[in-house]
C-alpha cells in the first residue's frame, strides 16, 4: 500500500507570495490533517479534514486554508507569504474519525520564504 | 487544555546502553498517548499507542512504553541501544478521537558506538 504522498518536496516563495501544497493520503484513509513543524514551536496541528469538511482547526490566521476532494486528497493553501511561514508542512491521513486511528505521515514539504 | 512536556530535548546514550525518553501530559480526562520517531529529512512514523487497556504498551524497534496515571507519564525505553535509533523522537496525546493530536518538543537521541 502506498503511503501518504505530498508534492512538491521543497518549495522557495518570496514574501507575499501564495502557495499551495498537496497530500494524497494512503487508499481508503478519509482523514487528512495537518501540521506545521518549525524548530522553535515544534508540531503545530493547521487543521483537520473529513470526507471534504474542514472538521478540526488549530489556532493560525485566516491566510492558512486548506480543502479536501471527494477523492480524499488534500490541498492546503498560504496566502501572502510572511518569513516566518518557513516551515516543514506535513500532511497526515487517518482511516475515520470513530475511533483513535494513528496518524500516518507523509515526508512533508519544505517551504521556504525568502 | 492539553499539554505534553518532553524532558530533555537531547538525550546521548552508547550503543547498547537502556534508553529513556521522558514524557508527562496534562489532560482533563484520561488521554490517548502516542509515540512516533521522525528521522533527518522524513515525516513521523508510530512507535506505539496507548488508548485503553494494559498500561505497558510494547512497540515497533524494541520500544515500549508505561501508563503511569498517578504520575501523567508515558515514558519510552529501549533496553538496547541501537545506532539505527539515533532520530528524533515525538511524545503526542489527544483527549479523543477525531481531535488533533498535541505534540512535545520533541527529543533528538544520539547512540554512539
Known amino acids: 500500500k502506498a503511503g501518504v504522498t505530498q508534492t512538491p518536496r521543497y518549495l522557495i516563495k518570496t514574501r507575499g507570495q501564495q502557495v499551495t501544497l498537496s497530500c494524497s493520503p494512503i487508499s481508503g484513509h478519509r482523514s487528512v490533517s495537518w501540521y506545521q513543524q518549525t524548530p522553535g514551536q515544534g508540531l503545530q496541528f493547521l487543521f483537520e479534514?473529513?470526507?471534504?469538511?474542514?472538521?478540526n482547526k488549530g489556532n493560525f490566521p485566516g491566510r492558512f486554508s486548506g480543502r479536501q476532494f471527494s477523492n480524499s486528497r488534500s490541498e492546503m493553501n498560504v496566502s501572502t507569504l510572511e518569513l516566518g511561514d518557513s516551515a516543514l508542512y506535513l500532511c497526515?491521513?487517518?482511516?475515520?474519525?470513530?475511533?483513535?486511528?494513528?496518524?500516518?505521515f507523509g515526508n512533508g514539504t519544505r517551504l521556504t520564504v525568502t | 487544555a492539553q499539554s505534553v512536556t518532553q524532558l530533555g530535548s537531547h538525550v546521548s546514550v552508547s550503543e547498547g546502553a537502556l534508553v529513556l525518553l521522558r514524557c508527562n501530559y496534562s489532560s482533563s480526562v484520561p488521554p490517548y498517548l502516542f509515540w512516533y520517531v521522525q528521522y533527518p529529512n522524513q515525516g513521523l512514523q508510530l512507535l506505539l499507542k496507548y488508548t485503553t487497556g494494559a498500561t505497558l504498551v510494547k512497540g515497533i524497534n524494541g520500544f515500549e512504553a508505561e501508563f503511569k496515571k498517578s504520575e501523567t507519564s508515558f515514558h519510552l525505553t529501549k533496553p538496547s541501544a541501537h545506532m539505527s535509533d539515533a532520530a528524533e523522537y515525538f511524545c503526542?496525546?489527544?483527549?479523543?478521537?477525531?481531535?488533533?493530536?498535541?505534540f512535545g518538543k520533541g527529543t533528538t537521541l544520539s547512540v554512539s558506538s
Open positions: 479534514y473529513f470526507s471534504e469538511t474542514q472538521r
Open positions: 503526542a496525546v489527544s483527549e479523543k478521537a477525531g481531535t488533533a493530536l498535541i
Open positions: 497526515a491521513s487517518s482511516l475515520d474519525g470513530k475511533e483513535i486511528s494513528p496518524l500516518h
